[in-house]
């Protein structure tokens, strides 16, 4: 139904729903263990939001690709994602910011 959502989004101009909809689309895919496609996902949203200049919806789909790099177990990339988008995500007092911790903590955790 997302995918849907999507497309009717572009097919109709609605482009500006696009981030939203890639950022629960990504988050889908997540929880489905999907990975790559949900750092596909959130990468477009990234492009998409920073083309637009949305300040605050870029700072939650960061904070979301902190978790996914997590998933992947990318620590590093994780680590330097959380390090850039946590003091701008805390500011803006997103949900997403605490995403982004539950993505490091996975990451610890796995780590022993």
Known sequence: MLEETLDHARATGAAGWSPYV??????ARLLAGAVHDA?????????LATEAGWHT?????????????????????ATSLARAVLP??????LLNADLARWGL??????GG
């Open 22 to 27: 890639l950022e629960f689309l990504a988050i």
């Open 39 to 47: 750092d596909a996902h959130v990468t477009e949203a990234i492009a």
């Open 57 to 77: 919806e870029l700072a939650a789909l960061r904070a979301l690709a902190v978790w996914v790099a997590a998933a992947a177990g990318d620590e590093d990339r």
């Open 88 to 93: 701008d995500a805390d500011a803006r007092g």
């Open 105 to 110: 903590a996975r990451l610890d955790l796995a």
